[in-house]
């Protein structure tokens, strides 16, 4: 007997409901009146899915006010509409569900995972979302070598791709060569989306397989590509990329659809999809908000003004810091909003990555030098950095999950926090880097001054706490900078394997660090923490660089937990995993981080109070389409 999770219905056990019986947002009637739009039965599936509110039944209407920072702030974007993937957590985040799939089933063995999609189930230009959608994205798309030229380990098993097959045009089956016990686990984390972005009948005319005559025309009259690759990606990338959403014609699932995208221009503006698949408890099709406008801001302080003059809505990203929290509590009730709690489960805020791939063959030895990394650590006072950046908020940590967390190792959050700067120069001496030029700058294997650049971006901290960690290694003998940078420069840097170090955090906190161990291990390349050619390498062998043996070990004993059915085992296995990061040492952390906080306007409703959040856990998506904002 297979086992079957299903759920024809969402959230706390809603009833099902009717199409026919259903309501609509009255500018959707309006269009439906005049004939300009199906009626809602024909734009609804057959099993809607159901949105249990979280206060009550909403009122329809109105425009949600957020800011967005100009570059790589896509995220903004994507955790408030983004996330519909086949599955997804529910709101307790302890149990995956259906979600654009309305049922699924998964093989006594775990190697099989079939997925029922929804009849009716129509994209956002009305047309039919079936399993040739996902045979597209998997055939056309993820196994075209020209447009994927390495795959993410979520689609491999023991180093294999999976195979995707059409039962019906409503059925596919994912198949496994070996146990992918975590599979549904990952599938409903942000990273799943891909099955459910990729409109075949959009994008195939800029697939040369489907348009072998007409592809070098649509080329020519493209503005940013020379080939059909680039033209191919210019029309849709992955959801967490700048690209997918600088494309306003691409059809969606989402609940809104973008109609000003985010490209340099002062505002990104999504409008309502009227082909929605969700409805309330009552029938009542969603979201309830008309339009969702992101005013692009130059930088936090702005945004952080905007706020503090009322022209936000509802928004966490940007504006959870605890410096920002003392004078944005002055303002509540001048400007008529309310803060809300925010379960931060991130491992560690900020973390120190030096790249350990350095295309820098002295630079690489250096920073691969254990001793190297744990003098570095030695050296940073992590109690001043605490209270003068975070305002004594948080608890020392390196980067590890917390303990809290099923797969907390004690000894990895704990080594090396002592501040002791003689140690430091001790271990740093007996490492070999006991050598200094006239100004007192250590030298490296080569003779020259070690000196190397730290990047960081706005936002959490990570620019003041870069600069403190720079005077705080000069004391050492570190000549160490720091840069700012946006988020795409930077994320471009770290892909492209040219960088120093960097600041960011580690996800992986809770229940996440087993299927997001990016902060752990070289893990993904395509969203860089650690040795982005190590990271390469273990997506595919066939590139990248591999890694000395006893990381290769690490890798190997991960991809292990894949096959282990039971839950123990799994969480055993990963902790062997974790005690090996803590033999490695690969990053530097600084402290886990307390909950965070957000904003709402005391007439925005149905929200989570709190609100849990983590790395590839993109929320509020999907909760967002139950918010509401009251009409008076």
Known sequence: MNWIRFCAVALVGAAAVSAASAGEAPELAEMVAAGTLPPLEERLPESPYVYEPVERIGDYGGEWRRAILGGGDQHNILRTIGYHNLVRWNREWDEVIPHVADSFEISDDATTFTFHLRPGHKWSDGEPFTADDILFWYEDVLMNPELTPGIDPLWTVAGEPMKVVKVD????????????????????????????????????????????????????????????????????????????????????????????????????????????????????????????????VEDIEVLLLSALNGEIDYQLRHLGNPNNKSVISQNME????????????????????????????????????????????????REELLDLVYLGQGHISQAAPRPESPFYVERMANQYLEFDPDLANQILDDAGFAERDADGWRLGPDGQPISFVILAS?????????????????????????????????????IGNDYDAYVWDSPGGLSDAISDP????????????????????FMDPTTGEEPPAEIVRQMELYRTIDTLADPAERIARMKEVLEMSADYFYSIGIRQPPPGFGIAKNNFRNILDPLPMAGPLWRSAPESVQYFIEQQ
């Open 169 to 296: 045009d409503q059925t596919v089956r994912f198949e496994f060569s070996a146990p992918y016990a975590t599979f549904i686990d990952r599938l409903a984390y942000g990273f799943g989306a891909p099955p459910t972005i990729y409109p075949r009948h959009y994008l195939q005319q800029f697939h040369k397989d489907y348009n072998p005559d007409g592809i070098d025309a649509l080329i020519a009259e493209s503005a940013v590509a020379d080939d059909w690759v680039g033209l191919f990606n210019s029309k849709i990338a992955p959801t967490w990329t700048v690209g997918y959403w600088q494309n306003t014609e691409i059809p969606t699932l989402h609940p809104w659809k973008l109609t000003a995208p985010y490209s340099g221009t002062s505002r990104v503006v999504a409008e309502r999809n009227p082909w929605y698949f969700g409805v309330d408890p009552e029938g009542n099709q969603l979201p309830y908000i008309d339009r969702i406008v992101w005013n692009q």
């Open 334 to 381: 001048s400007r008529d909003y309310r803060l809300f709690d925010v379960m931060n489960s991130a491992a560690n805020q900020p973390t120190l990555y030096l790249n350990l791939t350095h295309m820098d063959p002295v630079k690489r030895e250096i920073f691969q030098n254990r001793d190297f990394r744990v003098a570095l650590s030695h050296a940073i006072d």
């Open 458 to 494: 706005a936002g959490d901290g990570r620019i003041e706490t870069a600069e403190l960690v720079t005077d705080y290694w000069k004391d050492v003998g570190i000549n160490a900078q720091f840069r700012q940078v946006d988020r795409s420069l930077m994320t471009t840097s770290l």
């Open 518 to 537: 990016r902060g752990y291990f070289p893990f993904n390349k395509t969203v860089i923490f650690i040795a982005p050619l190590w990271a390469e390498w």
